[in-house]
């Protein structure tokens, strides 16, 4: 840009007037373009970021842990004694190379029973008979009472367990109440593997309950008429004499 002056007449004094030489148009338009285009990328720039805070933003609040109502799989024996677990009657209850080992003795009911009580929960354990008395899982149950003549008294549902095919191994009895509720189906009672170990699971939330041994549902019972809501969990020795099963590997999720 440049200057130049004209003087003025008459005057006792020369007056100048200050003009300014503008630079040529494309010069112009060149500088407004480019004031233009940094003022855009300017404003690109300040989108992109707050585009990148926006999307930080939003995938941080999606990668957030999901609650949900079930918790982690908890062990309820710990191979080397019976911490957590009380002894109910007569019968033998030992740990016995890293398995509970029970046992007829006194040719009465025995029951090893949980400590804490449960409602709504997944079971999974390991079992294996020999001999052929029968056995089972008490589930929500309560001792309540105990009899000179065939030992405690208990109420709650229990799922069968028997060393034998076809006995009806996790069909659902109910204890001081219904008797049998739900049998096995026709699969479910060839899921069993005698003189072997064998795989229990039972989920049991509200009314629902469903059993599976070695992999196959045996039973899947929505209980119209469910009487009991909560309890222990308790292994079992029937009376009658001839029990003898070993369980492992017990663990419980709460719901």
Known sequence: MQFFSIPLAPRKKDIKILFFRLPPCDKVCSLVSVSIQGALASSRAIVNRSSLIVAALFFGIVSLPVHTSSSAWVSLFNGRDLSGWKNNGEEKWVVDSGTILCESTANKYGYLTTEKVYKNFSLRLKFRGEALGNSGVFLRSKITGNDPEHGPDIEGMQVEVDPSVGKHTGGLYESGGRGWVALPTEDGEKALQANDWNNLEISANGNHIVTRVNGKKVVDLT?????????????????????KMRWKDISIREE
């Open 223 to 243: 209980d119209p008429h469910q009487t009991f809501s909560e309890g222990v969990i308790g292994l079992q020795i029937h009376t009658g004499g001839g029990v």
